[in-house]
């Protein structure tokens, strides 16, 4: 049994209880969320109520890198969301994440993108965003990011390069020290400075 506490068409509000340590929430008899010592589920999808969380949108301009920190440890996925986002100087966008900082190396991963021949890069610092591009191209699209156990992430991304009608690919995972909590967006060169878009992320 649980510590019970149903709402019932018919008597109202009705408690019940006993020492199990859990507590369930019901809509006339029908259990809707239970609360106990591994965190609460519910058990019915509620439409009103949103799991996913939206963080600020942060212009990706005058920086060489822009960070999304304080994520809390319970996310699993992080879908990561670029517009018009530039680059001052031929070199290809990046995202980075962390646990307690920024992880730097171990990543496996490529991008790559066909017009009209294929292009390849393997990039071992960061998820790759793009192909390697000139200073100016603006990408827009979406990355996610994904928790695949054992603070082990995976990673795929698609951005639209319209001004040279391209669409640019990217892939890959990568291992950190915990559970995630910064995502940051830079450059292979860690050099160049951003110079025009927005990006925000959605977690869950």
Request: with cysteine; proline share 2%.
């Amino acid at each position: 049994m649980a510590v019970i506490i149903n709402a019932s068409t018919s008597t109202g509000l009705v408690q019940s209880a006993d020492t199990s340590g859990i507590l369930e929430f019901q809509s006339n008899g029908t259990t809707k969320a239970t609360l106990n010592s591994s965190g609460l589920a519910i058990s019915q999808y509620n439409p009103s109520i949103s799991l996913v969380t939206s963080g600020t949108a942060l212009a990706t301009t005058s920086n060489t890198s822009i960070d999304f920190t304080s994520i809390p440890s319970w996310v699993k996925r992080i879908t990561v969301m670029f517009r018009g986002v530039s680059q001052n100087t031929s070199t290809t966008l990046i995202l980075q994440i962390g646990s307690g900082g920024v992880t730097t190396s171990g990543y496996a991963s490529t991008s790559s993108f066909i017009a009209p021949s294929t292009h390849i890069l393997n990039v071992t610092t960061g998820f790759p965003i793009n192909n390697s591009s000139g200073g100016g191209e603006a990408f827009s699209g979406l990355a996610t990011i994904c928790l695949l156990g054992s603070n082990t992430y995976c990673f795929s991304a698609v951005v639209a390069d319209t001004a040279n009608a391209q669409n640019h690919f990217g892939a890959g995972s990568v291992v950190i020290g915990g559970a995630l909590d910064t995502v940051r967006l830079t450059t292979i060169s860690g050099t160049a400075t951003l110079d025009a878009g927005s990006f925000n992320i959605l977690y869950e």
